[in-house]
């Protein structure tokens, strides 16, 4: 062997330096045989870093590059590039990871500089077998899926939308909007959400861009980036859409004469018929059937008022099937929004029993004047409330529940105050455990709120009881240790509001199988880089935004809305995209043809060539796992960056003695 | 208790999956956990790259425990790699006990891609359990069996030079 091996040891500031000795893993790997040269360095990722690579190349005549520093995942794109721009193969590279599986674990620094020591000499060992490679280009489709039309998927649709790029905005609910479309007043300007979103759904709907499916579900996903193809079920809603001009008049006539059945856009908090429109600003305004509770849907036996209402526009159709779709999208976005903590699960709060404990969302609509009484807070008895309770944290900072501070319950828990105080003029009173406000004006709506007159009583609540045992709907007692005063306080209210947390979607895991991206471990979809690639995933060509990446408010929400769709503008802009060379192939004059390998892939990639009676690897179709190379018994396959030599080295490499 | 012992740092070689167990222990070193220096760590795209040459091939240059991270059921981004590094496992694990090396040697592991502590918990384990261990090398072994197929080697040689000359 006659490699030239330059070999760079990052101290990344103090980061690696502080728990490795650079300079004595530098010396060491100088010794090693092949290297030409080696040298540690304060922050290689950094311009003089990259350029010291690069003039290395040309003046030491280096054909094999080792950076140990960070990992891979985060700087092994950088070092590439260097390493091309040197004047070599960028895959005559090879990164040792130094700082999260050395530096950042070990606390021992003889052991870790140990360690260092033995990860260099793997790579040194493997360089050698490098070979030079080239990345394949594909192309990428330019259009785009929005998964969930909050307001996150709403943002984004209308950013990418406008930037003259064609989206398919795929919804589960009857209407887009989300969680957003519930609210009454958004903290801490008090802005009437409907005032600000409702126009943006609207523009939805007419934006001659945006295909806009509702009551749809995403149910296969295949491909990869630039090159997906999604189908896509169009439940049946028993409505024509293209014929439903949302007038009500089959609501009006539906055989039920009064509204039966719960409100699902209301919580259930007021009641619906089987056909029904969400809400009245619901995009699109196009009735729904439910088959659950339609008399002819279930018996085949009904009237059909309705259709003789709707008339000649024969909007209704009972016969309707789902319906699927196929799309060919190059980039998707996933904003798939949240749930709201089940209350029930901490029974003490008397969520469910008590018939004056509500959910924050539930006041929301109460609250709101399209909501189920018009606007108007009441009891449950129609009377209104003169003393509230409002507990935060329900859900969140909780070690039997969630451990994770949900964001925004202190906020709107202060709006709600706000709202209550205004509504009803009711004391109000806010039990919390750390008053959380760390956003534009969010401390000055705080002072604003306490300002006037809601009483602040710092103390998690431990209980809440009747006063009288018998009387379900009569008033509460509210326990907490007020922690500022050191006292018990019991506090009686006529209403309790639960600041319930936020949670991954209860199919959170499904979706994120469907897309092959990961979850942490509360359910929250994860992004690449909390940092670096706060909206990317580890699967490329697809993004995150809102809620379903972790609990955020509307303005960040927006905004990550934003992020994504620019990531996904760069992408298609871009044309096309490099794929990592690591497919596999097969070396003919090893292959037995005995089809091993072919039941081995999940994507159907390896065909056998019945002429030659040999196996044949479909590299377009390859996502380069290895799975089939490691198991054909006379080892014909190979892979790419991981061939077999090359990892035998790595492990020769790792345990040869110092 | 003997004196090597103490002195003993069992040396681990981990193939980890790209997707989940690798991304696990670079989101332990960002969350600074901290765990024992005892492990080395090659990075393959797939658990279902694994083959089982590379554990044999890292007992016999000296590893005293190879550990093998993938995604959880279900999860591989490959779609079914791990269940492929699964029975590859399982078969090698019979074949590791006919040689003589302890069942906790050899560990597979599902690590998703969040569980930055799993790792910890499962590496520190790993080399508690080998410590007690104590060394496996193998290296030495073969020198030994090497050093005695040669005595065998020449006693036979011997003995058929002998085996003539009584004929006579």
Redesign the interface.
């Known amino acids: 062997m006659s490699n030239r091996i330059g070999v760079y040891v990052c101290h990344c500031g103090t980061n690696i330096a502080s728990m490795v000795d650079c300079k004595a893993v530098a010396e060491y790997a100088a010794t090693l045989p092949g290297v030409a040269l080696s040298r540690d360095y304060k922050y290689m990722c950094s311009d003089p870093g990259q350029t010291l690579i690069q003039q290395d190349i040309k003046e030491h005549k280096l054909d094999r590059i080792i950076v140990s520093a960070c ?4 700087h092994e794109h950088t070092f590439r590039n260097a390493t091309r721009q040197g004047g070599i193969n960028e895959f005559f590279f090879q990164m040792v ?1 130094i ?4 530096a ?5 620094r003889a ?2 500089t ?2 260092a020591k ?2 260099i000499r ?1 790579a040194v060992h493997r360089v050698p077998f490098h070979k030079p490679l080239e990345k394949k280009t594909v192309p990428i489709k330019p259009d785009v899926l929005i998964v969930g039309g909050g307001i996150a998927g709403i943002h984004a649709a209308l950013t990418l939308a406008n930037a003259g790029k064609k989206v398919y905005l795929v919804e589960r609910d009857a209407t887009i909007g989300g969680h957003m479309a519930k609210f009454d007043k958004t903290f801490p300007t008090l802005d009437c959400a409907a005032c600000i979103l409702t126009p943006k759904m609207s523009t939805v709907k007419t934006h001659p861009n945006i295909t806009m499916w509702t009551y749809s579900d995403v149910t296969k996903v295949e491909g990869f980036v630039g090159n997906y193809k999604v189908t896509v079920r169009r439940n049946p809603r028993y409505i024509i859409e293209e014929l439903c001009v949302g007038c009500s008049e089959c609501v009006e006539a539906c055989v039920f004469k009064e509204p039966k059945f719960p409100d699902e856009f209301n919580l259930g908090l007021g009641k619906r018929k089987p056909v029904f429109l969400p809400f009245p600003q619901a995009t699109p305004l196009v009735a729904v059937i439910d088959p659950e509770t339609c008399i002819q849907l279930k018996t085949g036996k009904c009237k059909k008022t309705c259709v003789e209402a709707c008339g000649d526009r024969k909007a209704i159709d009972f016969s309707q099937k789902a319906e699927e779709k196929e799309i060919e999208v190059g980039t998707i976005i996933l904003s798939t929004g949240f749930k709201i903590f089940d209350a029930k699960r901490i029974p003490y709060y008397g969520y469910g029993t008590y018939s004056n404990v509500f959910t924050a969302l539930d006041i929301e609509r109460l609250v709101n004047a399209s909501g189920p009484t018009g606007g108007e807070l009441v009891l449950r008895n129609g009377q209104k409330p003169k003393s509230v309770a409002i507990v935060h944290c329900v859900g969140s900072r909780d070690e039997n529940t969630n451990k994770y501070c949900s964001r925004v319950c202190c906020m709107y828990s202060l709006k709600l105050a706000h709202l209550v105080k205004e509504r009803t003029g009711a004391e109000v009173y806010n039990f919390y455990i750390d008053m959380r406000t760390p956003g534009k004006g969010f401390e000055e709506f705080y002072s604003k709120v306490s300002g006037e007159g809601v009483h602040m009583i710092r103390g998690k609540v431990a209980d809440v009881f009747l006063e009288n045992p018998a009387d379900k709907s009569g008033r509460m007692i509210v326990q907490a240790e007020d922690t500022l005063l050191n006292i018990m306080r019991k506090v009686p209210v006529d209403m309790v509001v639960l600041g319930v947390g936020l949670e991954a979607q209860a199919d959170a895991n499904d979706v994120r ?1 469907q897309f ?1 991206i ?4 509360e359910g929250w979809f ?1 992004e690449r880089h ?1 940092k670096l690639a706060p909206v990317n995933t ?2 490329d060509g697809i993004f995150l935004a809102g809620c379903c990446q972790g609990p955020k408010d509307i303005p960040d929400t927006v905004a990550q809305a934003g992020a994504a769709a620019a990531e996904a503008l760069a992408l298609i802009d871009a044309g096309s995209v490099e794929l990592e060379p ?1 497919t596999a192939f097969v070396v003919e004059q090893e292959c037995s043809g005995c089809k091993t390998c072919i039941p ?1 892939c ?2 159907t990639a390896i065909s056998r060539n019945e002429d030659k009676k040999i196996a044949v690897i479909n590299e377009a179709l390859c ?5 089939c ?3 054909c018994p006379s080892g014909a396959i190979k ?1 790419n960056l ?1 061939e ?1 030599d090359e ?2 080295e ?3 490499g ?4 110092v | 208790m003997s004196e090597p012992t103490n002195t003993f ?1 069992p ?1 681990i ?1 981990a193939f980890f999956c ?3 167990t ?2 696990a ?2 989101l ?3 969350s ?4 024992a ?1 005892n492990i ?7 658990s ?7 554990v044999m ?2 007992f016999a ?3 005293d425990g190879v550990l093998i991270g993938g995604c959880h059921p ?2 591989c ?5 791990n269940y ?1 590094a699964l029975r ?1 496992v399982t078969l090698l694990k019979r074949m590791l006990a006919d040689l003589g090396i302890e069942e906790d040697r050899f560990r597979l592991e599902w690590i ?4 930055g502590d799993k790792v ?1 918990h499962v590496v520190n384990e790993m080399v508690e359990k080998i410590r007690a261990l104590g060394p496996l090398d193998m290296p030495g072994k073969h020198t030994h069996w090497d050093k005695e197929m040669e005595e065998l080697e020449a006693h036979v040689n011997h003995s058929q030079k002998e085996i003539p000359a009584h004929a006579h």
């Not at chain 2, 600074?32 to 765990?35: D, G, H, N, P, S």
Request: aromatic content about 10%.
């Open positions: 990992s891979p995942l985060l990871n700082r999260e599986h050395d950042w674990v070990h606390t021992d052991k870790a140990e360690k033995d990860l793997a199988r092959n990961s979850c942490s471990t994860l909390p580890f699967t690591n081995m999940p994507y996502k380069g796992c290895g799975t190379v490691a198991a892979q991981f077999d990892i035998f790595e492990i020769n790792v345990l040869a003695h | 740092e040396r070689v790209n997707w989940c690798y991304t222990a670079d332990a070193g960002v600074r956990m901290k765990y220096p080395r760590v090659v990075r393959l795209m797939c279902g790259r694994l083959d089982p040459q590379f091939a890292a240059k000296g590893a279900g999860d981004h490959y779609v079914e790699g492929k590859r998703s891609a969040s569980e910890k």
